[in-house]
């Protein structure tokens, strides 16, 4: 992968990138206390301390350690602690229990972050092609933290029967209902898709976005828009967490051993309306905004449901091609991110922001897909199993970590995500 | 699917096919004893009593109870026992507790079997197209079922302490080490693959093999014939399942979790060789014999182990087109399946028949699939997560029951099925 | 203990119960399949088969394997089958996969049976004392087993959905109501209880039961019978599943996590009875008869509801010390051991035979217990933790087997045996 | 109970025990951060947050919402967090999620007990008989929980791998070896145990201590002393945990699916040594010191191989009587609690203090045994099966909590409490 033999950022924009993601990550985290900060909701989610702290590790093993003669590790016993799943980097803490690490305290490892950043920023200007990638990479890497870092703590919060607001924001007007779904149709024939590594001017990517290929897509179309709550709710009033028709059967299994009857956070109030818990607390179910935090076997079943399907990786990727990354409702500010009503206009909207969207496509290598070497080479190709392609960005994706050959993945059953969907169909 | 349409196979044909279908399970079954027969090894398996139950009620059902007038149900309460998952057809037995069905008994099961068969054979001259479909179809769920029955029946006699042999047969001398593998360059650039349900002479095939389409392949080569044993045995004594750099992460667990050292039914024996549990009973590991009872982790890992990477379903079944899938070790009479070691000669051997072939590709719809109506199309479709497909056949597939646009699925962790592996690289 | 190392039977007497009791195992299963002797239906249940084979390797090992020379093991791949729990006599299969072992048959088993049978008897005359201690305890051991066969048989059937009787049986006219409960006054101040192993004219008891030892009891009385499935009714008519303060809290936790709501074995019927299955079929719960399958969490809160406490095993075996423990409904013939309704009359009734009665205690050493010596001293001792002690006899139990100082011993949520209560009160 | 009708207290001494327990809990917890404070171990334990939070829920709800005629509720949701089991007192947040939630945060629990501390005091002298009882309850009750306290946050910072210290303490020298083991001769015949509610100089019981009551013990005798760090040594060196004769079936079990090895938070050194874990850090085991943190199932089996056996709690309980409670190594101040070797001296040492003594009791009912009317008759007497009885006090017990008649009791297989074991023996 280009990105760990050479940098594709120019070294003040380098400089600036570091500087800007760290400081979003403590700006993040700056409503929660200690305890907040600390404690894990679930195995799938972290502690926020614990990426604070794991994003840390990650400059000061990769860069600092290895690339900068002379560095003392901050304390020795942390990086067991902070280590996530990289097995080439030895043992590490049972990720179950990262709630269970009290000690260092949130205030430590912000001291430990501050130490770190100085240290590399003061290292920076002497770094070699290979460290800078690194840096690079580390701050993409961090980015990633950053959405799970929201995540994370709105799955913690939503155990709280006090329903505690992180962010409190004023709730506005609510928005108009959007136009009625037009379908766009997509280009067909042999299109590429895919990250270009070797290309200098193709800027950052991961190594599992790439190589660029061909693929053959089929004649197809999407939806303009994403689905919204109100169109959900007439899921819902239909029987569909019901009908064991419209599920996968995996999916059918999971929506009765949970007892799963709508979206995460969505909750029923006493008046028969539904309420949904996020990062600014509990609210009315906006119905204009786009459905989130739904399983890969609820956009499935929901499409299957709407005479539709969900878009190909390929589908969705072509069409984004020439749409803005940085464009739509994406992370800039610490704050309470949430999906948006879509504009009225033409063409496809909300590809970029707003919520990921799960694609029809096994996350799965790209033809001649080779892992980056060394530790970091842990980082995408292991997961190529049973997990389902979502493509753009969210309400809580950092602006700038997007593009259109990005590739997250997620198993089909989860959805602490702000996840959602667009569909799409054959023509 | 036009098979539900319209048979596509001739008026005696189809008598044919459905009578020796028939007569080949209730031979498959003619070893066992009742409690054989009836007791469930694990919740993936079920019983052959089963089996030979569920295929009979397919039958029933579908054809006598729905298209021929007047047909009484043998027993009115057997089929709440024996649905298998078609959630239209109603409620029924959790899978789990199959093995808890002491009554009816094997004897009166065979007694319906041979209600059903004359009903049918009866009625066959008289039925319309769509139910002869049915038949057709019946005929080949059956085929499936009687693999299902081999492999289920012999993980339940590995549980037994005394390892019994369902057939006994004679050893004969070791079969000589196939020749190192050599690379078979495929086709590349588009080629249609898939089903084609609306080509009169295509032949039978289930929904999920179609619609047949174009894919684009790029530049690879296939291993001439299977992995063996003795390669296996390279890869376990290489540190293969110790050492986490050549396994998928969902693998690695898989491993630490079961324990997993070696193939499902491999043994250490005291002299620390290994031997293998099978259909007829307990013996040495052959080491020209193609490996099998792999899960795709394993099949993934030692591909990268061996510097190579598992075919995709688009590469083996282009390379497949023009190969004949009547030939190979396949299942024809009653007896213990087991892998052949590869014949010596020229190209592709061992593509239909010694083990299925795990492939690189997720089990997820083609384009323009549409799932077959009424119950029936809850067959294949509601499948399609979390599965990889297998391609070929095995030394227990019934003859005739292959083709080179089959997809067999199986999550990523079983392995009690004859699966094995052929290696792929790109060029 | 007394019995180990001397038998307590003349030896005519030995060897009639020797005879007795093996043919009256033998007589249970005749109506099961080999099927319905191999299933295990739960893990605390284990199959027919298995109890054949278990009392029949008891047998063999501690008799003929240890006392007559030159006996040769049936075969010596058995044990391993067929040993229970005693850790001495070396590793054995796993308790939960008994069920997985439909080789060898259930004809095979009874000729193992048969062959141990013809051995030992003919090998009685000439045993020592020690080794026809054994004969005795083993024939007690099968006793227990023959009681558990039928309670794990009606465990098995009870998951078929097809209601199996395993015996026919006329369903007569339902017995009348027994008159209101009475209460009797048991001894006060210091009694003993206990068996004594010191006295040759105590008869066999197992070690648990001794030493005898004083215990002083409180002023109380006894209900003067069981408790019935109308009084149970009315148990379930007052809310009594559904109001915690009647429940400890292991037991309350047991009844939301099971969904418990009625005895086990009763059902919904369609038109809002309770009907119960038993080893006779399915039928309508009798009014009159004892309440049956519960376990010590419903007895606690039965009696708690019913403003009465349930007897201590003092109190109990003090109340039975002068009644005849050859009395009452117990098991004479292979059929469908079911609990009756209390006959009329004065005083305790029902204190031996038709169910096993909860008490308070928990079955815990005597003082001065000690184990017997050896491999049958891992019979009692070892399970003194958890579990609650159980007086009398059930309809299940085979005449002969219980007297006052019997300790049977079940954890406090099992309830797959005979088991129901007598309520006491202090005074 | 009497004490739920009048307290035992004199109106100072109620007032200065409230005060004196109040700040104890809160000195306890002045080492902790919020994120200490809040997480949640295991199961079994609960955040120091909670406790603090649960024990000041107990007053407010049970005393000034109750007694204290226009009492506001600091904060009406809280009670829905904060109550422990207390079926009447409505709903309540699951048990095993306590540690989620992260508000109100330490600070404003401390903020909640000032105010209901000042409360109290101000309402004090006003206060009924039975709201006084109340209060005297609540102290004991919060005494409970300050034991609690201290075991659940040492099995907190035990799952923390850089083992941080909760109070650093200097070391000492090492505590010379106790002198060997004496066996003390008990009373035998009739004794009185248990608290007698119904005497006005009695003092402070639960129910479930009463009531006051005869029992007959045989002849025994006690240990002098506790069984030692260096004698468990000789347990493990000997094979203990090995050899399955020496433990009840249940602990097997136990000991092998749990991997058990040694008392809980010993830890193998690098050396081959023992280090323990504990509430001033990672340390050597300490030789003359009294073994902690072991369970039931252990303390039984070591009773087993030292050819001894565990008191009973009556026997325990008549030996005790004499002793004073308020003497030995119990907790008066907040620090690293720890138990210490025994002195040299005649006559029974550490009954009281040091470690919780497990006896060979069952937790079940006295004769006559009526639980406290109303919600605060939950407190003991829904826990009677499947528990054993501990007698004593340990050295995180706050002094003044233990008497001769207390009942601590605990399931067979816990033991992150300061569990230990005194021989007995028959005579």
Redesign the interface.
């Known amino acids: 992968m280009a990105t760990l033999l050479k940098s594709t950022a120019a070294p003040d924009a380098l400089s600036s990138l570091f500087r800007n993601v760290r400081a979003l990550s403590e700006a993040l985290v700056a409503p929660l206390?200690?305890?907040?900060?600390?404690?894990q909701?679930m195995d799938d989610a972290s502690p926020a301390k614990w990426h604070l702290a794991h994003t840390t590790w990650f400059f000061e093993s990769f860069v600092l350690r290895d690339h900068v003669p002379g560095y003392q590790l901050f304390d020795d016993?942390w990086p067991?602690?902070f280590n996530s799943?990289y097995?080439?980097e030895g043992p590490r803490?049972a990720r179950p229990?990262r709630?269970?690490?009290?000690?260092?305290?949130?205030a430590e490892v912000l001291c430990w972050r501050a130490h770190v950043n100085a240290a590399l920023i003061e290292a920076l200007p002497e770094l070699g092609d290979r460290a800078r990638a690194l840096v690079e990479l580390g701050c993409h890497h961090e980015q990633q933290h950053q959405e799970l870092l929201l995540t994370d703590i709105l799955s913690?919060?939503a155990?709280?029967?006090?329903a505690?607001a992180i962010w409190d924001m004023p709730r506005g007007a609510p928005a108009p209902a959007p136009a009625p779904l037009r379908w766009i149709e997509g280009a067909h024939g042999?299109v590429e898709i895919g990250h270009d590594g070797t290309d200098v001017n193709a800027g950052f990517g991961f190594d599992c976005e790439g190589p660029r290929?061909?693929?053959?897509l089929?004649r197809h179309a999407l939806g303009d828009r994403l689905v919204t709550n109100a169109e959900w709710r007439g899921f819902i009033d239909d029987g569909g967490y019901e009908r064991?028709?419209f599920?996968?059967?995996?999916?059918?299994t999971w929506v009765q051993r949970e007892g799963i009857e709508a979206p995460l956070y969505w909750r029923h109030q006493p008046d028969g309306e539904w309420a949904q818990f996020a990062l600014d607390g509990l609210h009315p179910v906006r119905p204009a905004a786009p459905v989130t935090h739904i399983s890969?076997?609820e956009a499935?079943a929901f499409a299957r449901w709407a005479g539709a399907?969900l878009p190909t990786e390929a589908e969705w990727e072509s069409a984004a091609a020439t749409l803005d990354p940085l464009g739509g409702n994406q992370l800039d500010t610490a704050g309470p991110a949430r999906p948006r009503a879509a504009t009225n206009g033409e063409g496809l909207r909300q590809m970029f922001g707003d919520v990921w969207e799960w694609t029809?496509?096994?996350y799965?290598?790209y033809?001649?897909f080779r892992p980056a070497p060394g530790a970091v080479g842990?980082y995408n190709g292991?997961?190529?199993?049973?997990q389902?392609v979502l493509k753009g960005a969210s309400c809580a994706t950092p602006r700038g970590h997007a593009r259109a050959s990005y590739r997250n993945f997620f198993y089909?059953h989860q959805r602490w995500q702000f996840t959602g969907l667009r569909l799409a169909k054959?023509l």
Chains 1, 2, 3, 4 share one sequence.
């Open positions: 206390s200690d305890a907040d900060a600390t404690v909701s016993r067991f602690l799943y097995e080439v803490y229990r709630g269970m690490i009290t000690r260092p305290s949130l913690l919060f155990l709280n029967p006090l505690p042999i290929h061909p693929v053959l089929p064991p028709d599920w996968l059967s995996d999916g059918w890969y076997y499935d399907r029809a496509s096994a799965l290598a033809p001649g842990e292991k997961f190529m199993s049973g389902f089909p054959d």
